[in-house]
């Protein structure tokens, strides 16, 4: 009787997610295809937040399924072969061309998966075929970082399981074993995987120890801050698919830590405590967005959680000023030591300011940054490429992507 109950407000909601959605703007292309897609997204987001409501599995042991669902077994064929390693106890997929040619030292790409550091896998069919797809158009070797996920590992781990593999794999040594050209090394990442790019690049050419230098890092979408969770973006995309506001900040509180009432916090925007309020200024939109986007929106800093109720005013929470998590909050005498950098952005996303502000802040360090911007993009369509839910704008993005590495790296 009770599962039959449960079915029934599956089924319910699974209905409601499908006709109650928001209309689609119409300059994405393929939009029913977008439509079903979402549909199926928001059923299953749905149907998560009920069991975590009903006690039976937390939201983000259900989010899971996606990623199940794509699993692959990556496996060698005649042109890549693919071997799993463990560097520094962190486990990796190496794909490298079949053919080894001695001659000719091979570019590498450090790749880093999207997911909000909750989902996703390297073993996923669209990461799989990327990484292929990277290995014969580039001649290079993908390393392709399996680092572990929040909940179960909250910030800062799965950010040094990378840095580990990062630091492990610019060995001299290391290099030399797979023939890599110690110059043209780049790291690079979709969404979460963005953010952890882009942190990666910063920790390292802080590293006086290190002398390996990256030649590019390529951030798709990227995550960039947590202080701002009401840019124009944010604002503007708030339900659309794929990427709803609440998911995101889902995401960012369970990278965080467990306690729902930073969740709760971050959806007023009302989480900022005096450590993370005084970077404010690097998140500041209405100095980092160009005039277009910021002229419909009246900009408002975020307020500082003191006061009236001091167990959640999250003072201890340093990890909100951490620019590992927040690459956007550091000086530009940092951004200055970044190498070449190529940004997509999406228009229809949350993330999309993010992108933007890095984008601007970083020219205006002085480094050289190339911005792809998708007028009709959304978050995660370079994940759209595999049948059913094959969207064409995804494979564009692939090709521009893999056409600037191979111009740049
Ligand atoms: C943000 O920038 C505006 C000017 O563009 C300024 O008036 C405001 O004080 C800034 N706020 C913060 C928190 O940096
Ligand atoms: C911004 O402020 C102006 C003036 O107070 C107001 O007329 C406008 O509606 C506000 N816009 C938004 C998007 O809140």
């Not at 669209?126 to 680092?147: C, G, K, Q």
């Not at 950010?159 to 290099?175: A, G």
């Not at 043209?184 to 942190?199: F, K, P, Q």
Request: net charge negative.
């Amino acid at each position: 009787m009770r599962s039959k109950g449960v079915f029934l407000v599956v089924l319910l909601s699974a209905l409601t997610a499908y006709y109650v959605y928001l209309p689609i703007p119409n300059n994405i292309e393929e939009r029913w295809k977008l439509m079903l897609t979402d549909s199926i997204f928001r059923s299953l987001s749905h149907l998560a937040e009920l069991t975590e409501q009903l006690g039976l599995l937390d939201y983000m042991r259900v989010m899971m399924f996606i990623t199940f669902a794509e699993r692959v077994v990556p496996v060698s064929d005649d042109r890549v072969q693919v071997v799993d390693e463990s560097f520094e106890g962190v486990e990796v997929i190496v794909y490298q061309p079949a053919q080894i040619e001695d001659t000719e030292l091979k570019r590498a790409i450090i790749y880093l998966h999207g997911g909000g550091w909750c989902l996703g896998s390297s073993r996923m069919s669209p990461y799989d075929l990327l990484a292929r797809h990277m290995v014969t158009e580039l001649n290079a070797v993908i390393v392709s970082v399996e680092y572990r996920l929040a909940p179960a590992y909250h910030f800062p781990i799965p950010f040094e399981d990378v840095y580990r593999v990062v630091k492990y794999f610019l060995h001299v040594d290391v290099l030399r074993n797979y023939h890599i050209n110690p110059e043209r090394i780049a790291v690079s990442g979709d969404s979460a995987g963005g953010n952890l790019a882009a942190a990666v690049a910063q920790q390292l050419q802080q590293d006086s120890r290190n002398n390996v230098h990256l030649k590019v890092q390529a951030l798709i979408y990227p995550v960039l801050q947590a202080l701002d969770l009401n840019t124009p973006s944010y604002q503007q995309n708030q339900h659309m698919p794929i990427l709803t506001r609440t998911l995101m900040i889902r995401f960012w509180s369970e990278y965080f830590t467990s306690d729902k009432s930073f969740f709760r916090a971050m959806m007023t925007n009302t989480h900022n405590n005096l450590e993370s309020a005084a970077l404010l200024k690097f998140v500041n939109w209405s100095s980092y967005l160009p005039d277009s986007y910021r002229r419909s929106y009246n900009y408002s800093a975020p307020p500082v959680a003191i006061g009236n109720n001091p167990v959640h005013s999250f003072a201890s929470y340093s990890w909100l000023a951490d620019p590992r998590a927040s690459p956007l909050l550091v000086p530009d005498k940092t951004l200055r030591l970044l190498p070449k950098t190529y940004v997509l952005t999406c228009e229809y996303d949350v993330l999309r300011d993010d992108g933007l502000m890095y984008v601007m802040r970083l020219r205006n360090a002085g480094v050289d940054v190339t911005h792809e911007h998708y007028p009709g993009g959304f978050h995660g369509a370079l994940m759209f490429t595999v049948w059913p839910t094959d969207f064409e704008i995804g494979r564009k993005m692939i090709d521009n992507y893999v056409t600037w590495l191979k111009l740049n790296l």
